[in-house]
């Protein structure tokens, strides 16, 4: 496609429900980036995913937390058993070769838990 | 952990008048990059500079980047109130476990 996809663009959830966001990368991007942004803050680095090698889970914040992505393609981050301090818009990132140019973001999935 | 430091935390000017925005980081890197958020969503790619480089330009946009201060500034002339947003650095550190880390923002207002 032309840009990062991420579905839902919002969710609301209640406290303890599982949560899945998809995030459909560009074509051929080969690098990919979840990242968690808490109202008015800075973004938070949460998995790295480059090619196959093994991917960079040093983000996460708890074991409630995992992500998946086959090749290229599609990811997908899981939050289990959700709490409120999750809700936050969760963005994901792209780029065909991290040391050439800039990433592209999707416009991210608004996670609120009540 | 935070490897982008930028300052001032917010900026309001006048337009047409020049915006500067500061980027301290840490560890050694690859290149830094400056992004641009409109309305807490997805970020903008504005430029990206690398390790090697010192001035880079696009457009409106003047990039520094002094990597022996490890710091690096965006210069937004002739500002525009389309150009209020929030403007983060990221820096893509060296190393086999480098990652993409974002500092914490700055909120520049653009006053018409």
């Known amino acids: 496609g032309a840009g990062v996809s991420q579905s839902p663009s919002n969710k609301v959830t209640e406290k303890g429900k599982d949560v899945e966001l998809r995030c459909d990368p560009i074509?051929?991007?080969?690098?990919l980036y979840w990242y968690r942004q808490r109202l008015g803050q800075g973004l938070e680095f949460l998995i790295y995913f480059q090619g196959n090698s093994a991917p960079d889970k040093s983000g996460l914040p708890s074991d409630r937390f995992s992500a998946e992505r086959t090749g290229e393609s599609v990811s997908t981050l899981t939050i289990q058993r959700t709490q409120q301090e999750d809700s936050a818009v969760y963005l994901c990132?792209?780029?065909?070769?991290?040391?050439?140019?800039?990433?592209?973001f999707g416009s991210g999935t608004r996670l609120t838990v009540v | 952990s935070q490897q982008g430091e930028e300052d001032p935390q917010a900026l309001s000017i006048q337009e047409g008048e020049n915006a500067t925005m500061n980027c301290s980081y840490k560890t050694s890197i690859n290149n830094l990059q400056w992004y641009r958020q409109n309305s807490g969503r997805g970020l903008v790619h504005l430029i990206l500079?690398?390790?090697?480089?010192r001035e880079k330009h696009s457009g409106r946009l003047r990039v520094t980047l002094d990597t022996s201060k490890k710091s690096s500034s965006l210069l937004i002339t002739a500002s525009r109130a389309a150009d209020t947003a929030s403007y983060f650095c990221?820096?893509?550190?060296?190393?086999?476990?480098?990652?993409?880390?974002f500092g914490k923002g700055i909120t520049l207002s653009v006053r018409p």
């Open positions: 990221a820096t893509d550190a060296t190393g086999a476990n480098s990652k993409l880390t």
């Open positions: 500079i690398r390790s090697n480089e």
């Open positions: 990132a792209s780029t065909r070769d991290r040391g050439l140019g800039g990433y592209t």
């Open positions: 074509s051929g991007h080969t690098a």
